[in-house]
C-alpha cells in the first residue's frame, strides 16, 4: 500500500479523536503536559492496536461488531458532548466531573473515536495487506493531530471562555451523529 494513501487513511480516521482532543482543551480538561499526553497518547494507542485487532479478527465477526459499534460511540459522544453543553451553560466556573483525560472516561472515549479503524483493519486483512505499518502509520498520525488539536483548543478556550465549552459539547455531539450516519 502506498504511503499517501496510509497517511490519507490515518487522517480521515484521526478527526473523531482530534475532534474529542479539541473539545476537551476547549473546556480546560487538557490544560497541562500530562493531560495532553494522556489523551495523545492514549488516543494514537487505541488508533494502533484497533485496526490490529481488527486484522485478526478477519471476517469472521465483523458482522457482529458492526451492528453496534456506532451506537457505542454514538451514545459515548453524545453524553459527554451534552455533559459539556450542560457545564458550559451554567453561571459555576466548577468544571463537572468526568475529565476526559482521565480513568474510564478516556478509555471510552478512546475505544468511541477508534472503533472505525477496526473495520479498516478487517479491511486490511481482507485485502491482504501488513497491518503493522499501517497501523504505526495511524497511531502517529492520531496522536499528532490530538496535541494539535489541543493546543487549539487551549487557546481558543482562552480566547473564548465557557462558550468554547459549549462549542466543543457540540463538537462531541456532531461526531457521535456522523460516526452515526456513516454507519446508517
Known amino acids: 500500500m502506498p504511503l499517501l494513501q496510509i497517511i490519507l487513511i490515518a487522517i480521515g480516521l484521526a478527526m473523531d479523536a482530534s475532534a474529542v482532543s479539541l473539545a476537551a ?3 480546560g480538561y487538557a490544560d497541562t503536559r500530562r493531560a495532553m499526553f494522556r489523551l495523545a497518547f492514549h488516543f494514537g494507542l487505541f488508533q494502533f492496536i484497533m485496526p490490529v485487532i481488527g486484522w485478526f479478527i478477519g471476517s469472521r465477526f465483523v458482522h457482529f461488531v458492526s451492528t453496534f459499534d456506532h451506537w457505542v460511540a454514538f451514545a459515548v459522544l453524545v453524553f459527554l458532548g451534552a455533559k459539556m453543553i450542560r457545564a458550559g451553560l451554567s453561571s459555576s466556573d466548577i468544571r463537572p466531573s468526568g475529565d476526559p483525560s482521565r480513568g474510564w ?3 471510552s472515549l478512546s475505544v468511541a ?3 472505525d479503524a477496526l473495520a479498516v483493519g478487517l479491511s486490511l486483512a481482507l485485502l491482504d495487506v501488513g497491518i ?3 497501523a504505526g502509520m495511524i ?3 492520531t496522536m499528532s493531530l490530538s496535541v494539535t488539536a489541543i ?3 487551549r487557546f481558543l478556550g ?3 471562555g465557557k462558550k468554547m465549552e459549549i462549542f466543543g459539547g457540540i463538537i462531541l455531539i456532531v461526531a457521535g451523529l456522523r460516526i452515526l450516519i456513516v454507519h446508517w
Open 151 to 153: 493546543i487549539a483548543g
Open 113 to 115: 473515536t477508534s472503533i
Open 25 to 27: 482543551a476547549c473546556s
Open 139 to 141: 497511531g502517529l498520525v
Open 132 to 134: 503493522w505499518r499501517v
Open 105 to 107: 472516561t478516556l478509555i
Open 158 to 160: 482562552l480566547l473564548f
